[in-house]
Nanobody, 114 residues
Framework: QVQLVESGGGLVQPGGSLRLSCVASIMINAFDAMGWYRQAPGKERELVAR???????NYADSVKGRFIIAKENAKNTMYLQMNSLKPEDTGVYYC????????WGRGTQVTVSS
């Protein structure tokens, strides 16, 4: 059973930074792609950033220039560096991976507030 475990969320002031981590229970180069999604209260889950095994990157327009997705195969870990955070970035951030099926982590809460 594949497990994804997120960490790094918390409370941060507007303009601040956080780095999220997602550790997988298997080698992440087995996945076709990995990504971060977020869900704000009362809203649907949305894609934030995605990285394929080949290294292609996709970002939501709302985070371009502020967030950076990366992965470190040797540590079976994916990261999301979040800079210049805004209150609208608040939500639960989920790690996702795609192979023969989709896998999800349980999420980590990010709250951007003064």
């Amino acid at each position: 059973q594949v497990q994804l475990v997120e960490s790094g969320g918390g409370l941060v002031q507007p303009g601040g930074s956080l780095r999220l981590s997602c550790v997988a229970s298997i080698m992440i180069n087995a996945f076709d792609a990995m990504g971060w999604y977020r869900q704000a209260p009362g809203k649907e889950r949305e894609l934030v950033a995605r990285i394929t095994e080949g290294g292609s990157l996709n970002y939501a327009d709302s985070v371009k220039g502020r967030f950076i997705i990366a992965k470190e195969n040797a540590k079976n870990t994916m990261y999301l560096q979040m800079n210049s955070l805004k209150p609208e970035d608040t939500g639960v951030y989920y790690c996702h991976s795609a192979a023969s099926r989709n896998y999800w982590g349980r999420g980590t809460q990010v709250t951007v507030s003064s």
